[in-house]
Structures are given as structure tokens and as C-alpha cells.
């Protein structure tokens, strides 16, 4: 099956500052890419739709603001998490879609202190 | 909420025995998939179906589709102890761009 990464892995920053997730689409193109947000016991939750060369679209609830999206080429979207809270600590996961099915990065554990 | 629902949210039970578990969602769908997660760690796909099959098999699992019931289960027939992991459904709602919905989980033990 096809193959998606995430960089990085773990990453664990101070309150206020911005962290940078990376999710690749290593052998297909992905015009959408999504990005979810996982609480510890919890399940998945949809943040928003990465659209390349466009605007992302985000669920409701979720601040375009703070959870910057870029999409700039077909195999690359970034989540920025901007001024970054303890609250804001979680597992990040992105997929891309390939036909009818989507693939999965293996996540980005987020730990703000 | 955008979720759908799983039940039971936790399941125990011993190696050998079938496990089942059971999702519902509300809206039409394209398809409907069914991913495994071991704690702290991604998501694997385990089998997808799509709007117009009523149940598929692969390996030691069996999936059925109710779209008229928007239900679904997964089966895993003589389970391992390397089964336990938390097990999600997820929809692919028409029209939605591909997005998918996630289930809230069912939590699987299986002891040796």
C-alpha cells in the first residue's frame, strides 16, 4: 500500500512558541490531505482538509489561526501550531488519500510544557 | 458530535475466543473502514468496505454493512493476545471530499 510519513515523530517545545509537523505522501500524489488530532483514551477527530494550492478547510471548532495548514506541493503538508499551550499537547495524525482509501502517517506526538 | 458510535467501549476476553464489535453512523456513505491502533501508535488499516457489499472477509476478520440499519461490525475470529490494540471504525461520508469520520473505539484485551 501506499506510504505516508510525518516528521517528526515526538517533539516537545515550550508554551508560546511554534512547531512545524510535516506529512508526506512518499510514491503518489495527494491533492487532499487531512489532519486529525488524537487526546489520550480518545479517538481521532478530524481538524481540517489540506487542499493543495488552495485555502484548507476546517472543522468547526477548530481555530484556522492557531493550526496553520499549508499544502504547497501534491506530496507535502505542514501543521503549524502556533503560540503553543500545554492544552495543545496530543497525538497529531495526517493521512492522504489514494482512490477510495487513505493512508496514514504514523503521527507526531506533541508535548507543550 | 461528529463521531460516530462503537460499542462496547471496552471488551475482555480470552485467546481463542471471537470478539465483536459494532459501529453506527448517521449520515450516507461511500464506504466504511475499520482500523487497529496499538497504544501510542498510528493507525492500521485492516479492511475496507464499500456502500454497496454487505460483508467482507479477510484473514481472521469478517465485516458486515447495514446501510439500510447504518450499522456495521467487525468480527475477529480466534483471537491472540496480539489482537489487543483499540480497533476504530471510520465512514466516508458521501459528498464530505473523502474526509473521514471516526467511531469512538472499542478498546479489545485478550489474555492468554
Known amino acids: 500500500g501506499a506510504v505516508v510519513s510525518q516528521h517528526p515523530s515526538r517533539v516537545i517545545c515550550k508554551s508560546g512558541t511554534s512547531v512545524k509537523i510535516e506529512c508526506r505522501s512518499l510514491?503518489?500524489?495527494?491533492?487532499?490531505m487531512f489532519w486529525y488530532r488524537q487526546f489520550p483514551k480518545q479517538s481521532l477527530m478530524l481538524m481540517a482538509t489540506?487542499?493543495?494550492?488552495?485555502?484548507?478547510?476546517?472543522e468547526q471548532g477548530v481555530e484556522k489561526d492557531k493550526f496553520l495548514i499549508n499544502h504547497a506541493s501534491l506530496t507535502l503538508s505542514t501543521l503549524t501550531v502556533t503560540s503553543a499551550h500545554p492544552e495543545d499537547s496530543s497525538f497529531y495524525i495526517c493521512?492522504?488519500?489514494?482512490?477510495?482509501?487513505?493512508?496514514f502517517g504514523p503521527g507526531t506526538r506533541l508535548t507543550v510544557l | 458530535s461528529q463521531q460516530g458510535e462503537e460499542d462496547p467501549q471496552a471488551l475482555s476476553i480470552q485467546e481463542g475466543e471471537n470478539a465483536t464489535m459494532n459501529c453506527s453512523y448517521k449520515?450516507?456513505?461511500?464506504?466504511l473502514q475499520w482500523y487497529r491502533q496499538n497504544s501510542g501508535r498510528g493507525l492500521v488499516h485492516l479492511i475496507l468496505?464499500?456502500?454497496?457489499?454487505r460483508e467482507k472477509h479477510s484473514g481472521r476478520l469478517r465485516v458486515t454493512l447495514d446501510t439500510s440499519k447504518k450499522s456495521s461490525s467487525l468480527l475477529i475470529t480466534a483471537s491472540r493476545a496480539a489482537d489487543t490494540a483499540s480497533y476504530f471504525c471510520?465512514?466516508?461520508?458521501?459528498?464530505?471530499?473523502?474526509?473521514?469520520?471516526f467511531g469512538q473505539g472499542t478498546e479489545l484485551s485478550v489474555k492468554p
Open positions: 493521512s492522504a488519500r489514494d482512490w477510495d482509501e487513505q493512508f
Open positions: 510514491d503518489f500524489q495527494a491533492t487532499t
Open positions: 489540506s487542499n493543495e494550492g488552495s485555502k484548507a478547510t476546517y
Open positions: 449520515t450516507s456513505i461511500n464506504n
Open positions: 468496505i464499500r456502500s454497496n457489499e
Open positions: 471510520a465512514t466516508d461520508p458521501y459528498n464530505q471530499g473523502g474526509k473521514l469520520i
